[in-house]
């Protein structure tokens, strides 16, 4: 897939990345997060951003996301090019075409899970119910329960549902099984995976967990603010198939 080709059929780019550099300096002190990173991401296609902590994979996705921009580089998204875009622009970016997992649920305790997920839907513009996208994360049954009535997988495929209600065109998830155990993480894999296949979805997941590269289409390695390896996986595996 790195040529942008697939079976004879030429992709569709979701995102380029040109030359991403990311420095931050605080008291003195100079880090180079991303060194000249250049990147293509195709619609619909699910990678794994695989790497040690402070390699630079989460500053990438930030940038991706519109969350942060870059010192240099240029960064496109389709045609907007998002290293030019405002302030506004990256809002209407992000809240029109992003969906977000993180490690953390960051869910609000004193709301439902229906009422957790129906805080995207009802300021998006086209988005399922807030019923159907717990369903397509196998919480039909748990409309009505708090967080604090909910496991951690749970509460996490909650937040999985709440991004992709708005149904995004990019889902990018940073280490969303970090604090799971093995069998609660295959369960919020899958409906990662669900997600990616019935929304056709662009979807970029975090990891330093090795075991979970084997269920993308690609795997994208990362080392001291650099990518050293991008590869092609022969054989997409079922997070069901998945150990660690």
């Not at 630079?56 to 030019?84: C, M, R, V, Y």
């Not at 970016?93 to 004193?110: M, T």
């Not at 209600?165 to 369960?187: F, M, W, Y």
């Not at 669900?194 to 080392?223: C, Y």
């Amino acid at each position: 897939m790195p040529d942008g080709v697939q079976d004879g059929t030429r992709l569709t780019e979701t995102f380029r990345a040109e030359g991403i550099t990311k420095v931050y300096e605080t008291g003195g002190l100079r880090v180079e997060a991303l060194r000249g990173v250049d990147l293509t991401l195709y619609e619909g296609e699910l990678v794994v951003l695989l790497g040690p902590s402070g390699s630079g994979k989460s500053t990438l996705l930030n940038i991706l996301g519109g969350l942060d921009l870059p010192t240099a580089g240029q960064l496109f998204f389709k045609d907007l090019e998002l290293t030019a875009c405002s302030a506004h622009d990256l809002t209407m970016y992000r809240r029109d075409h992003v969906g977000f997992v993180f490690q953390f649920y960051n869910l609000i305790p004193s709301l439902t899970a229906r009422e957790n997920v129906a805080l995207v839907t009802e300021i998006a513009e086209d988005p399922m119910s807030a019923s159907e996208a717990l369903e397509m994360v196998g919480l039909e049954h748990r409309l009505d329960h708090f967080p604090s009535q909910l496991s951690g997988g749970e509460q996490q495929r909650v937040a999985i549902a709440r991004a992709i209600a708005k149904r995004p065109d990019v889902l990018l998830c940073d280490e969303p099984t970090g604090a799971l155990d093995s069998k609660t993480g295959i369960v919020v894999l899958e409906a990662l995976d669900r997600a990616n296949r019935e929304l056709g979805t662009t979807t970029a997941l975090i990891t330093h967990n090795a075991g979970i590269k084997d269920m993308s289409e690609r795997v994208i390695r990362f080392a001291d603010g650099q990518i050293i390896s991008v590869d092609e996986n022969p054989v997409k595996k079922a997070p069901q198939e998945l150990t660690w």
